[in-house]
C-alpha cells in the first residue's frame, strides 16, 4: 500500500493510502456484517447525542475484510513507528447519520481493554481510522476529518476505502453531515506494537 505523507505543521505528519479492500470484497456484504454486530451486542452500543459523537460500538467479531485491513496497515513500513508485527488492537466502529448533532476534539492515547470487570490500559503507538462509507450530500466542510494541533488546524475529507494513520496525542474531530441520506462509516482502531524479544518477563537478583 502507497502511502501520502501530509504534514500537519512542521514537526506534525500523518499518513493517507488506499486499502483497495473492494477489488476482493463486496462493499455492501462489509456494511451489512459492520451493522450486523449492532444486533449481536446491543448492550455495548453508545448512542449519539449531545456529548456523543454517533453511534459507537466495540468490534469483538472476526472477519476477512478486518483482517485484510489490518494486514495491510501493519505491513506498511513507517520508519518512524520500527515497530514488528506483534500488536494489540482495539477496534470499533463510528457510524454517523444526518441526526448527529456533535463532534469534538479528542485524541487516542490509550488503548482500552475491558473483561470481567478490569480495565487494561496501553499506550498506543498510532491511530487509524479506515472510511467503509462517506457521507452524500456535502457542503462547505460537511464530513471533514480535522487535525489540530497548537499552531494550526488542517482538514481534510476522507475518501471510500482510504485509511488515515497519525499519531495517537494528534487532536482530531469528524465534522458532521447533516444533509447526507448516506451514513458515515468508519473503522477506527487503536494499535500498540510490542517486542517480546526485549522483554524482562522473570525477576532476577541481577
Given at each position: 500500500?502507497?502511502?501520502?505523507?501530509?504534514?500537519?505543521?512542521?514537526?506534525?505528519?500523518?499518513?493517507?493510502?488506499?486499502?483497495?479492500?473492494?477489488?476482493?470484497?463486496?462493499?455492501?456484504?462489509?456494511?451489512?456484517?459492520?451493522?450486523?454486530?449492532?444486533?449481536?451486542?446491543?448492550?455495548?452500543?453508545?448512542?449519539?447525542?449531545?456529548?456523543?459523537?454517533?453511534?459507537?460500538?466495540?468490534?469483538?467479531?472476526?472477519?476477512?475484510?478486518?483482517?485484510?485491513?489490518?494486514?495491510?496497515?501493519?505491513?506498511v513500513k513507517i520508519n518512524e513507528f520500527k515497530t514488528t508485527n506483534d500488536c494489540i488492537i482495539r477496534s470499533w466502529v463510528y457510524m454517523s447519520d444526518n441526526k448527529n448533532v456533535y463532534s469534538g476534539?479528542?485524541?487516542h492515547l490509550q488503548l482500552n481493554l475491558q473483561e470481567n470487570g478490569v480495565n487494561l490500559l496501553f499506550d498506543t503507538t498510532f491511530t487509524f481510522t479506515y472510511y467503509l462509507q462517506m457521507p452524500d450530500n456535502l457542503s462547505n466542510n460537511d464530513g471533514y476529518l480535522y487535525f489540530k494541533t497548537d499552531n494550526v488546524e488542517r482538514g481534510f475529507l476522507p475518501k471510500e476505502d482510504e485509511v488515515w494513520i497519525f499519531p495517537p496525542n494528534l487532536m482530531h474531530e469528524a465534522k458532521n453531515n447533516k444533509n447526507s441520506n448516506k451514513k458515515r462509516i468508519v473503522i477506527a482502531s487503536n494499535i500498540h506494537f510490542f517486542d517480546y524479544k526485549s522483554a524482562k518477563l522473570n525477576k532476577t537478583i541481577f
Open positions: 500500500m502507497d502511502l501520502e505523507k501530509i504534514h500537519i505543521d512542521e514537526n506534525v505528519y500523518v499518513y493517507k493510502g488506499k486499502i483497495n479492500l473492494f477489488e476482493k470484497y463486496n462493499q455492501m456484504d462489509f456494511i451489512k456484517k459492520i451493522e450486523y454486530l449492532k444486533h449481536l451486542y446491543p448492550e455495548f452500543i453508545l448512542k449519539q447525542s449531545e456529548k456523543n459523537p454517533g453511534n459507537q460500538y466495540p468490534i469483538y467479531a472476526s472477519f476477512d475484510e478486518l483482517d485484510f485491513i489490518y494486514n495491510k496497515v501493519k505491513n476534539y479528542h485524541n
